[in-house]
């Protein structure tokens, strides 16, 4: 009798070991930081059958969990997966990927099923390098002498920043690196640059600097304004 028992919880045993190894897996990765403006990027890989899909969730988490983006992933036979999130319009401080909504062969699959070796989580910090430039020029330029970028990086005296440019349709320029120069009253990196520009409207204008990406700053090109006709003066006949 204790043999059969024992047996039984061999068997037992052997089939919780069988059914753990067979659970799907999910892992994702991702950059502990992020400069706000660049992709995050999110890569990761599964043992979920091909065209299982699930969602990828950004939250920010500084208080409450509250979803700020979603991107639907779709296994292909690779079982490998690639996503980005735009960066552009969140604020500094610390965000989380999650995995949610598994679907597979048309079922929903319960996330707490999924294998132990899976990670469906992932914490990021988003730091914001904006404030490092200050823009000087005006923000709204006409065309006859648009665009003239002037301004200033916090503390970084004689050094090198890159530009690109962005606007209407298909403009783009740069990229540009341009020279800085330290201030006669402070430690900053002045520059001033012209980029040129053809037609009115809304443009953006990128900086960089070998740490990477510092932020993107928005101009507005107007039209010129219509001259003014020359009045027309008529001479009286002669009489």
Known sequence: MRLITRITLILILLAMLVTISAAYIITIDAPDTVIAGTPLTITG?????????????????????????????????????????ETRELQKGQYKVEVHAIVSDGKEFVESSLGSASVTRRVIQVVDRSDEITI?????????????????????????????????????????????TSGFA?????????????EPGAYQVSFSDKKGYIGEYAFTV??????????????PAPT
């Open 45 to 85: 890989s599964t043992t979920f059958p091909e065209d299982t899909y699930f969602d990828l969730v950004l939250y920010y988490s500084k208080h409450t969990a509250g979803e700020i983006q979603k991107q639907k992933v779709i296994v292909d036979p690779s079982k490998q997966f690639r996503t980005d999130f």
């Open 186 to 198: 402070d430690d900053d990196g002045h520059f001033s640059t012209l980029v040129p520009v053809h």
């Open 136 to 180: 000087e020029s005006p923000g709204e330029q006409n065309l006859s002498a648009a665009l003239m970028v002037t301004g200033r990086v916090k503390k970084l005296g004689s050094g090198v920043v890159t530009l690109r440019a962005f606007g209407p349709g298909s403009f783009t320029y740069g990229p540009l690196q341009i020279i800085t």
């Open 222 to 235: 107007t039209a010129p304004e219509p001259e003014e006709a020359a009045p027309v003066v008529l001479t």
